[in-house]
């Protein structure tokens, strides 16, 4: 089990990614929304022996705490209130994480759409990704990990043994993701959905604080028209050519 704690001291945030200090390779995956990153990662975790721990789940938790607790998604002051009294867990499973939100188990809540929109507003917040990279970069301080995200090579693992950023036309990208979310009400269409994402897009792409964007050095990896095979097959390949570059 991997506990998250909210009071990590103000001295740990600013600590650079050191892989010297690693004797196993932290895999990192970053992309867009309905890229695949979740699925890949699991999978890439168990291909490799890794510890798979969702970065995306980390910002749910939050959103969900916000939600619970009445507090807007875009006041930052209040969100980071939130921190002194929250405690996420994530307890890696075969497919994903089970996450627990102050003791509570909401593995399937942090999955629904308002929490996963709400996840996309809070992470904007500078002060919100600060305190989240501080923990992202305890849990994975070690190595042995595959971590998925969408700063995960460039701002929390600049120095990660493998990265790979997943991408897809919007379209594609907006059709998994409407058929992944289960049943709908009539209201939400596979129209609304791609609106959503790109809305979404915009967001992570123009925040000031940790845009996405590919990490110079990361592997660029387009999965349009690509089936999971072989996405998962190329995957595969990056991690074995970089751990061999690695030393691992």
């Excluded at 939050?62 to 867990?89: N, P, Q, V, Y």
């Excluded at 308002?114 to 301080?141: C, I, Y």
């Amino acid at each position: 089990m991997t506990e998250i704690e909210s009071n990590t001291p103000q001295s740990n945030i600013a600590q650079p990614d050191a892989p010297t200090q690693r004797r196993l390779p932290v895999v990192a995956i970053d992309g867009p929304a309905g890229a695949g990153k979740s699925t890949l990662a699991a999978h890439l975790a168990r291909r490799f022996g890794l510890l798979n721990l969702e970065s995306g789940a980390m910002y749910r938790a939050l959103a969900l705490k916000a939600i619970e607790s009445d507090i807007g998604f875009e006041d930052e002051a209040a969100l980071s209130a939130l921190f002194a009294t929250t405690t996420i867990e994530l307890q890696p499973q075969s497919e994903g994480n089970r996450v627990l939100l102050d003791g509570h188990d909401v593995t399937r809540r942090v999955r629904e759409r308002d929490v996963a929109e709400g996840a996309s507003q809070v992470s904007v917040h500078p002060q919100v990704r600060q305190w989240m990279v501080a923990q992202q970069r305890t849990l994975g301080a070690n190595g042995g990990v595959v971590m998925e995200g969408r700063d995960i090579g460039t701002k929390v693992f600049p120095n990660a043994e493998v990265k790979i950023f997943l991408d897809a036309a919007p379209e594609v990208r907006g059709q998994r993701r409407f058929l992944q979310g289960g049943p709908v009400p009539p209201t939400v269409t596979e129209e609304s959905v791609l609106m959503a994402l790109r809305e979404r897009d915009a967001r992570d792409r123009s925040r000031a604080a940790s845009p996405l964007e590919p990490a110079p050095d990361a592997i660029l990896l387009d999965s349009t028209g690509m089936t999971f095979e072989q996405v998962t097959a190329r995957s595969e390949e990056i991690v074995r050519q970089r751990l061999a570059l690695a030393g691992l």
